[in-house]
């Protein structure tokens, strides 16, 4: 009799169990680059072997910036790390060096410095973290008016900056491969209004990044780059530019998407990256 009660106290826990399973609601799913879902820990524990991670993000989707962080500090339990990002162009690395060092204050650095309009919410703490950790934290991106000058008049008006002004941006002439797949989607989703300029535009992002990422990395560290997840997706953009340049670095790459169901990786999200964070498409966004 008490060998029944046990069992039937044991089916209804089972079922109790198996109940709470089938109400729980993840936020987001973690992917490799197949489609196979993957624990957290494990995704880690791959990313501490890579020279350089690049981790794309969808700007306004605070699962991303909440898992950037996350991350940062995990695997600098176990690398010395480096961080950079695209949301600070290059010609702010200053005022964002005096930040880190005490020099200038958080607001002070938010009025020198073009900083993004959700700099506060999401990438101020990854910031903090570098400040607090005494490590590098390289602004990455173009100056925005030199990708607006590509935009409109092509990579020829980059000839007529100065010699301060192209320290700001990849060494020209830029290299430039129009059949990306990254930019010719770019040109489908634009249709009658996508130009040539527009690609050339996102290339001279793409290989500024890469040139100052590379040009800051030292041997030995692991040096995490966070940039919109369009930036790197498809082993692409910034990650083209840098194999070109040294293709014997361990590169990873993390991208972030999102779903209306998230139990499984759907085909056009399956390759993207190294590991895929697929996001509830209910998700509120940071603006």
Not at 176 to 193: A, C, Q, R, S
Request: charged residues 25%.
């Amino acid at each position: 009799m008490l060998l029944s009660h046990r069992t039937f106290l044991a089916g209804i826990i089972t079922l109790l169990f198996m109940q709470a399973q089938a109400q729980d609601k993840p936020a987001y799913r973690l992917y490799d680059s197949k489609g196979k879902k993957v624990k957290y820990e494990k995704m880690v524990n791959q990313l501490q072997n890579a020279d350089i991670l690049l981790f794309g993000e969808l700007h306004d989707n605070p699962i991303a910036h909440w898992l950037q962080l996350e991350v940062t500090t995990d695997l600098s339990k176990k690398r010395h790390l480096m961080l950079g990002a695209e949301m600070i162009e290059a010609d702010n690395q200053n005022e964002l060096n005096e930040y880190l060092i005490d020099s200038i204050t958080s607001k002070e650095l938010d009025s020198l410095a073009r900083l993004w309009k959700n700099y506060k919410t999401d990438y101020k703490p990854l910031v903090d973290f570098a400040k607090e950790n005494k490590l590098s934290f390289i602004a990455c991106n173009v100056p925005r008016r030199y990708a607006k000058l590509v935009h409109e008049c092509g990579f020829e008006a980059l000839d007529t900056l100065n010699d301060e002004e192209k320290s700001w941006i990849a060494p020209l002439p830029i290299d430039f491969d129009p059949d990306i797949k990254t930019y010719k989607d770019i040109l489908e989703m634009m249709g009658e209004h996508g130009t040539i300029e527009i690609v050339k535009a996102q290339a001279l992002k793409d290989a500024t990044m890469s040139h100052f990422i590379l040009a800051n990395y030292k041997s030995g560290d692991l040096f995490i780059h966070y940039n919109g997840a369009f930036h790197s997706d498809e082993y692409e953009g910034i990650l083209w530019h840098m194999k070109r340049i040294n293709n014997a670095l361990n590169y990873m790459t993390i991208s972030t998407v999102s779903q209306e169901d998230i139990d499984s990786l759907e085909e056009e999200n399956i390759g993207k990256a190294d590991f895929i964070i697929c996001v509830d498409s209910d998700m509120t966004l940071t603006y």
